[in-house]
């Protein structure tokens, strides 16, 4: 994440220097899809980063969850198992 900052905030100085010093119309375009390919590259990369985390929060309830289960005793877990339901 750290790299893709780093390249955006160089194409930002180059787009600035672009606009001072007018270099011309080609690096405009340049710059330009670079801007679109990296801002899209760290949209993707930022949602799939809340994707998985939204995972593991998921993966960690479910330990915490068969933690608790564990600690209970094994006979009220068979007495509830064994109780009919109606």
Known sequence: MLIWCAILFLLG???FLDSIFNYGEIFR??????FMLV?????VRTTSK???RKTEGYIE???HL???LD???RESRKSK????TL
């Open 13 to 15: 100085i180059s787009a």
């Open 29 to 34: 375009q340049i710059n330009s899809v670079f």
């Open 39 to 43: 801002s899209l590259a760290l949209l």
């Open 50 to 52: 809340i994707k998985a």
């Open 61 to 63: 309830r479910i330990e």
């Open 66 to 68: 068969e933690r608790e």
């Open 71 to 73: 600690k209970q005793p």
């Open 81 to 84: 198992e064994q109780a009919p």
